[in-house]
């Protein structure tokens, strides 16, 4: 079975702060994928990566791929309010190793003003 | 229209009621899920179903069913309903293993 573990599980910071969060696991993913989730709805992508050591950007977040492909990071620079949610990684299966997506338990994060 | 639907959106039963919680997407994808969330513990994986014939337990499937009438419907039930079962329950939908995985609304639904 392929584990996720995100860090921390929750993070509370003012609005103009800068945040990491992590998602690790022993094993090996084909890709990952970070997702928002919003009181009140399902969660929502945000980004895919693919290849180890990819780094992309979204706005104000920068999602980077471990070069072994068994971690990843999520940093948001000047947190917003608006950036308040739960934010989700999921590793995709790697040579078989199952067949579905794999979700971590998740970083609550509360952006206060 | 949102691309997959949930319902009921809130639900409230007693200890031992059967209920059913319906999903149904218009992505046109075989892959569908029904996930439950609990605070502190993500997402985990009910039952999973590839395509019209094809139904899977995942890991915490103990205590509930599912029918994959069609490709765009696949509904969730709780044959006896206990309170432990009180969660957020959402239903997704992916093209193949690895791609993006849509998201219903999500249905609350409490045991009494």
């Known amino acids: 079975t392929q584990l996720l573990e995100q860090s921390p599980q929750f993070l509370s910071i003012q609005e103009g702060e800068n945040l990491t969060v992590y998602c690790n696991s022993s094993s090996v993913f084909s890709s990952l994928q970070w997702y928002r989730q919003e009181p009140g709805e399902g969660p929502v992508l945000l980004v895919t990566?693919?290849?180890?050591?990819e780094v992309k950007k979204l706005k104000r977040l920068t999602f980077q791929f471990g070069d072994a492909r068994k971690d990843s990071s999520l940093h948001i620079t000047a947190a917003q309010t608006g950036d308040t949610g739960l934010y989700l990684c999921?590793?995709?299966?790697?040579?078989?190793?199952?067949?579905?997506?794999?979700f971590g338990g998740g970083t609550r994060l509360m952006v206060k003003p | 229209d949102a691309d997959v639907t949930q319902t009921p959106r809130n639900r409230i039963t007693k200890t031992g009621k059967r209920i059913m919680l319906e999903c149904s997407q218009t992505?046109?994808?075989?892959?569908m899920y029904w996930y439950r969330q609990d605070p502190g513990l993500g997402l985990r994986l009910i039952y999973y179903s590839f395509d019209v014939k094809d139904i899977n337990k995942g890991e915490i499937s103990d205590g509930y069913s599912v029918s994959r009438q069609a490709q765009a419907k696949f509904s969730l039930s709780l044959e006896s309903a206990i309170p432990n079962q009180t969660a957020l329950y959402f239903c997704?939908?992916?093209?193949?293993?690895?791609?993006?995985?849509?998201f219903g609304q999500g249905t609350r639904l409490t045991v009494v």
């Open positions: 992505k046109g994808h075989d892959r």
């Open positions: 990566v693919v290849t180890g050591g």
């Open positions: 997704a939908t992916s093209a193949q293993a690895n791609t993006e995985a849509f």
């Open positions: 999921a590793g995709g299966p790697h040579n078989n190793a199952g067949n579905m997506l794999t």
